[in-house]
Structures are given as structure tokens and as C-alpha cells.
């Protein structure tokens, strides 16, 4: 239980601390790198599909 004291205080000084934006703190991907790595995946995963349904039949 000594210890929550510490993570309240912790979340606390988080949650309050406005030193810099959080842009500055936690650098962003650029969305067109997600989004072309949401749809390779995407592609890749369709392509195993439809090769083990293809070689099953």
C-alpha cells in the first residue's frame, strides 16, 4: 500500500504538468504511414486466407 501513494502522486503530476504540449512530448506517425500499414497488413492477411482456402479445396 506504500506504493499507490506513489503512483497517485506520479498520475497526478502527469495529468497537471503543462510543461510542453503533447505533440512536443509524444512525436506522431504521419496518418498515410498508419493507414498504409493498416491496409498492407490487411493484404497480407487476405492473401493467406484465400491461399489456405484455395489449397484446401
Same mark, same amino acid.
Request: aromatic letters at 8%; proline letters at 5%; a negative charge.
Given at each position: 500500500m506504500?506504493?499507490? /501513494?506513489?503512483?497517485?502522486?506520479? /498520475? &497526478? &503530476?502527469a495529468v497537471t504538468?503543462?510543461?510542453r504540449p503533447l505533440g512536443e512530448q509524444a512525436p506522431g506517425t504521419?496518418?498515410?504511414?498508419v493507414a498504409l500499414s493498416y491496409l498492407a497488413v490487411?493484404?497480407?492477411v487476405s492473401g493467406v486466407v484465400a491461399l489456405i482456402m484455395w489449397s484446401a479445396n
Amino acid at each position: 500500500m506504500a506504493n499507490d /501513494t506513489g503512483i497517485i502522486e506520479e /498520475t &497526478k &503530476k502527469a495529468v497537471t504538468d503543462n510543461e510542453r504540449p503533447l505533440g512536443e512530448q509524444a512525436p506522431g506517425t504521419p496518418f498515410i504511414f498508419v493507414a498504409l500499414s493498416y491496409l498492407a497488413v490487411l493484404a497480407v492477411v487476405s492473401g493467406v486466407v484465400a491461399l489456405i482456402m484455395w489449397s484446401a479445396n
